[in-house]
């Protein structure tokens, strides 16, 4: 994960994410969320409020609130990550700690820790819920391509058991398309008309299919899409 001055860019590696999910609406800070089919990976950047922007910390704070609200509404797992513009690691900091009771009244945890900032301080941030193991081996490095240092993680879930389905198909490797070019020639009905001839040539053609390549059933796993 890398953060810099206007975005925060998330490197996954054999991850299970798909579609992405917009939330409530929100203007203190931008979010990017992916579904998968084992968690929820939210991405989060807030801009410092500043005049030029008129972003202010209060808002922030009323926004996250109602963001997680809405996130913690489900039970699965997420991992939320980011650049939050906080300095978590300052015992001392008002904002901080009114961050870390906003992450209390939801039992969300944050993991990281040590310095994510080239200036120092804790600022890219990892969170899950209390209890949640998902992510291990955190780590901070730095690549000399952000003021931000990338924070390295393991996430540790279970592939999704494939879902067993049934397929019915016909086999034509082997079809007598003679045969079935001569049985399919019946004598028209000069008295019939268009739709009956249509209905009386699809019947032909399906009964012939049943006796050449009939249908047969069998069972196909299938992976969960990520």
Partial sequence: ????????QIILVE???ARST??????????????????????????PPSRTNGLTLTLFQDEFYNFLHHVCAKRDKFIICGDFNFHVDNALDNAASTFFQT?????????VSGSTHAHGHTLDLLITREGDDTVRNITTHDHHISDHLAVLATLDFRKPKPVVEAVTSRSYRN???ETFQTDISPSPDQDA??????????????????????????????????
């Fill in 175 to 177: 079809f007598p398309l």
């Fill in 103 to 111: 992450l209390g009244t939801f039992s969300l945890q944050q993991h």
């Fill in 22 to 47: 917009n939330y409530i609406a929100i203007t203190s800070f931008y979010t990017v969320t992916r579904d998968g089919c084992c968690f929820r990976l939210i991405s989060l950047y807030r801009p």
């Fill in 15 to 17: 991850t299970a994410l």
């Fill in 1 to 8: 994960m890398y953060a810099n001055n206007d975005s925060t």
């Fill in 193 to 226: 008309n268009v739709d009956s001839c249509v209905a009386a040539y699809n019947n032909s053609v399906k009964e012939l299919l049943d006796i050449l390549a009939p249908q047969q059933s069998r069972k196909k796993e299938k992976r969960q899409e990520p």
